[in-house]
Every structure is written in C-alpha cells, then in structure tokens.
C-alpha cells in the first residue's frame, strides 16, 4: 500500500508520467539515481525481512511478531532497516515520477513512522524484551546507521 498504491495514486492525480523527460540530461540522472535508490531500499527492506524470519522466528505482520530481539546483520547499524529501506523506495518513486507531491509523501511517512515508533513500538519491544531490548536501544540507532556495528556481548 505504502510502497505501490500511494505512489500511484499520487502520481496519478499530481502528474501522469512522461518518458520523453528522461531524454533530458537532467532527468537522465534523477532516473539513474532513483535506480541507484530503488535497489538500495529493496536491499535493505528484504535483508530485514530475512533477518526476521531467520534470526526472530517471526515476520513483520503483527499476527506474527518475532519471538526473538534481532541484533544481527543490518540491526546492529539501526533499528529500523526496514522502514529506512521503504523510506529509500519511497524516494526512488519520486525520482523517477519525478514528484514532489511523493517526496512529501516520503517525509510524512518518515515522521509518522518516527512517532509512531516513539510512542507505541519502543515501549512494546520493551515490555516483549525487557533489559535486552534496553540494552539495544542504548547502543544502536533508531535510524542513521552507526559506522561501526554493534557487538553485543550476551547475545547469541
């Protein structure tokens, strides 16, 4: 929905797409850096979802939550690889609809997601996960990646 329909919709109701703008120079490099975008965002929003399964013996869907704190792979830079990675995707779309009205559409995802982890999924991993989880939070960043990735030392 967030990914492909509102894009869509946006797009739809905003401007129609035009290829023969990708002619154009500069069109040319927002395409190639959208494409650059796109297979960042994918990357980063499969690899969390793989780390799920894997790793936290559960998904993304709330009917099926992980059983276990993942702080592997991607989740030892940030928090939240995943909405980073539909974040990236969201902004490949405006590049290549070349869209303003998406690149809003990105930013107020961006924000709701920020408070929305603030407020309700912070305080729930706390209550499933306790010290553990606080633990994470205290070292990882919820969004910009840290250079260096964390190592915890009582997690396997």
């Not at 709701?112 to 982890?117: A, S």
């Not at 991993?125 to 990882?140: A, M, P, Q, S, T």
Request: a positive charge; one cysteine or more; charged letters at 20%.
């Amino acid at each position: 929905m967030v990914l492909v329909i509102v894009p869509i919709v946006i797009n739809y109701f905003t401007s129609q797409l035009d290829y023969s703008k990708i002619t154009s120079s500069n069109q040319m490099i927002l395409y190639i850096f959208g494409l650059l975008l796109l297979a960042s965002g994918i990357i980063l929003f499969t690899k969390s979802i793989i780390l799920f399964i894997n790793i936290g013996k559960g998904t993304l869907a709330p009917w099926n939550p992980t059983k276990k704190l993942v702080v592997k792979g991607l989740y030892r830079y940030m928090r939240n690889p995943m909405i980073v990675g539909v974040f990236i995707i969201l902004l490949a779309e405006s590049c290549f609809y070349n869209s303003l009205f998406i690149l809003i559409w990105a930013l107020l995802f961006i924000t709701i997601n920020h408070f929305y982890f603030i407020l309700k999924e912070e305080p729930d991993l706390l209550k499933r996960f306790g010290e553990e989880y606080k633990e994470y939070k205290e070292n990882v960043p919820r969004w910009l990646p840290n250079r260096k990735g964390w190592r915890p030392e009582n997690f396997k």
